[in-house]
Each structure stands twice: as C-alpha cells, then as structure tokens.
C-alpha cells in the first residue's frame, strides 16, 4: 500500500507542475500575442504617418513645377 501512495502523490504533484506550466504558457502567449499586435499597430501607423508626409510633399512639388512651368511660358 505504501508504494502505492508514493505513485498517486508522484502522479498529483506531476499534475500540478503540468497545470501550473501551461497556465504560465498560456499566459506568456496571450501576453507575446498583444505585443505582436501592438507592435504591427505602431508600424502601421508609422508607415501611415510616412504616407501621409510623402503626399503632401508630393504635392508641394507639384504645385511648385506648376507654378515654375506657367512663369517660364509667360515669359
């Protein structure tokens, strides 16, 4: 009978490690998945921030050939 404690608390306490090191699993998971998506949050609203730039610039260089083109076919 003895020997057959030693098996059940053995077999209860590899249980409990198992438990407790998936929940830590689980929760390092969760945690790396809302930091991916943080992450690809910051990159797209820092290549939306770029976008965003690069047009108005764009468009400042437009105008500015515009204007350039119309002076020199006034003169």
């Known amino acids: 009978h003895s020997s057959l404690g030693i098996v059940k608390k053995r077999d209860k306490t590899m249980y409990m490690l198992t438990l407790f090191s998936s929940h ?3 929760f390092w998971c969760h945690n790396l998945y ?3 998506a ?3 949050l910051i ?3 820092i290549i939306a ?3 965003a ?3 108005v610039a764009y468009n400042g260089l437009q105008d500015r050939a515009n204007r350039t083109s119309q002076i020199q076919a006034a003169t």
């Open 24 to 26: 830590i699993l689980n």
């Open 34 to 36: 809302f930091d991916i």
């Open 38 to 40: 943080y992450l690809q």
């Open 43 to 45: 990159v797209v609203v």
């Open 49 to 51: 921030i770029l976008a």
């Open 53 to 55: 730039i690069t047009i």
